[in-house]
């Protein structure tokens, strides 16, 4: 897992912002990080077993991005370029839903890793960002968790 090395949950949105050009906020009840899905950014969220496999598959192919880890939950959060609307048909949602992945929908928010998240193994970096630009597209994620998914299911 990737830590990034500032120690105040202020100083890590900043460095979001300014590393990655994330549009980064500090949602002040809950005190987390959080990015908003739309028109630069996408995001989708899957089991951890599958999200290792997809990442390998992205990294192989040279388009792998940041990637979040929730070890309680055993899911995986993969960044995005952003979506199409109605991008996916009803046999790909279905298709996600039956292998736990959620694709997030515009105007939703996903929560970045802060220092205390990642003190507290709560929410760390699995691939951390490189810049503002290192994510693959949503379809080429989608895409890596049909071919896996199906396959694993198909051995189940």
């Known amino acids: 897992m990737t830590t990034l090395v500032d120690f105040t949950l202020e100083n890590r949105c900043v460095s979001y912002r300014r590393e990655f050009q994330f549009p980064a906020t500090i949602d002040p009840t809950s005190r987390r990080i959080l990015l908003k899905m739309g028109a630069r950014y996408g995001a989708i969220t899957m089991p951890a077993e599958l999200g ?33 609307p109605d991008s996916l ?40 960002p490189e810049s ?10 989608i895409e890596a968790i049909r071919a896996l998914g199906t396959r694993r299911l198909e051995q189940v």
């Open 52 to 84: 290792e496999r997809v990442q390998q598959r992205l990294r192989l192919a040279g388009i792998a991005g940041p990637v979040v880890a929730h070890p309680r939950a055993r899911r995986w959060t993969f960044l995005t370029g952003p979506a199409r």
């Open 89 to 128: 048909t009803v046999a790909e949602s279905a298709e996600l839903f039956r292998l736990y992945a959620t694709v997030a929908s515009a105007g939703s928010h996903i929560v970045l890793p802060s220092p205390d998240d990642e003190r507290t193994g709560y929410r760390s970096w699995v691939k951390a």
């Open 132 to 141: 503002g630009t290192d994510r693959p597209t949503q379809s080429a994620v």
